[in-house]
Nanobody, 123 residues
Framework: QVQLVESGGGLVQAGGSLRLSCTAS????????MAWFRQAPGKEREVVAA???????SSAESMKGRFTISRDNAKNTVYLQMNSLKPEDTAVYYC?????????????????WGQGTQVTVSS
């Protein structure tokens, strides 16, 4: 059974940085895309970025240049480096994974989810 465990969330001031981590277990993930989503109160869940086993990525336009996704395949871990954080980045951040190579951006395409980690950016 696939399990995803996120860590690294917390409270940070505007302009600061955080790095989220998500470690996957239960399968061989060589044919899986891993992704980060976020959901702010009262808003729909939205994709932040996704990454293939090969390392190729896609990112939401609004977060390009500030957020970077990466993965360590040996550790089955995906990271989200978040810089220049803004109060509007406040949300619960979720790690997700799906089998295949398509870098899809809809939550429905991802079969497995972590429990989420809260990121709060103060002004």
């Amino acid at each position: 059974q696939v399990q995803l465990v996120e860590s690294g969330g917390g409270l940070v001031q505007a302009g600061g940085s955080l790095r989220l981590s998500c470690t996957a277990s239960g399968r061989t993930f060589s044919n899986f895309v891993m992704a980060w989503f976020r959901q702010a109160p009262g808003k729909e869940r939205e994709v932040v970025a996704a990454i293939r086993w090969s390392g190729s990525t896609s990112s939401a336009e609004s977060m390009k240049g500030r957020f970077t996704i990466s993965r360590d395949n040996a550790k089955n871990t995906v990271y989200l480096q978040m810089n220049s954080l803004k109060p509007e980045d406040t949300a619960v951040y979720y790690c997700a994974t799906r089998e295949g190579i398509a870098l899809l951006s809809t939550a429905e395409a991802y079969a497995y989810w972590g429990q989420g980690t809260q990121v709060t950016v103060s002004s």
